[in-house]
């Protein structure tokens, strides 16, 4: 006699399922490294959730028109509406809940760009500064503040003040 776990390991479907979610657990993987793949898989869940969104927001109108028209024999005034409040409410806080969804996974993926963005800034960043420090600085000789040396050039003063004991012209 068999048990139910042998038949799980067995069962075809049962090992393509979990090959299936292999797959899609490599295939994340892979997303989650590359943020423009990232942003089109959230767009995507991004269009299905909207969609979703436009489809409850309308079934919310017709569910209200008639949950509220829904009369019995010997009620009172406003009766049916409120037997209809507790399934209009559930049905507003979904509608509620989805458009979140949706906020959430635009901002996810703009998150993801600046993560990735600023990961490319900080790289280049430091690869500059080891850059700065595998370059020796050039020395100010002493007497001379910010200009370069240059052996077989003569002192040619600049201004009269420059003149340092000669006459001017």
């Known amino acids: 006699m068999t048990s139910s776990n042998d038949e799980k390991e067995d069962d075809p479907f049962e090992r393509f ?4 979610r ?5 295939a994340l993987k892979g997303i989650a490294e590359n ?3 990232f942003a089109m898989l959230l767009s995507e869940y991004q269009a299905s959730a909207v969609h979703m969104l436009r489809n409850l927001e ?3 109108v017709y569910v209200r028109v008639h949950c509220r028209n829904q009369r019995v024999e010997g009620d009172k005034w406003k009766q049916a509406l409120w037997r209809s409040v507790p ?3 559930a049905l507003r806080r979904l509608v509620s809940a989805l458009k979140g969804v949706t906020r959430g996974l ?10 990735a963005e600023g990961i490319k800034s900080l790289k280049k960043e430091r690869a500059l500064a080891r850059a700065r420090m595998n370059q020796p600085q050039l020395k100010a000789v002493p007497g ?3 200009s370069a040396v240059r052996g077989d050039e003569q002192h ?5 003040y420059d003149l340092q004991g000669r006459d001017s012209a």
Not at 22 to 26: L, M, N, P, R, V
Not at 106 to 115: D, F, I, T
Not at 156 to 160: A, D, L, Y
């Open 144 to 146: 001379q503040q910010g």
């Open 156 to 160: 040619v003063p600049r201004s009269v």
């Open 35 to 37: 943020p423009e793949a």
């Open 106 to 115: 635009e901002n996810s993926a703009r998150k993801r760009y600046e993560h």
């Open 17 to 20: 399922k979990e090959n299936q």
């Open 87 to 89: 399934t209009e409410m």
């Open 22 to 26: 292999q797959t899609d657990e490599d």
């Open 58 to 60: 309308t079934l919310q």
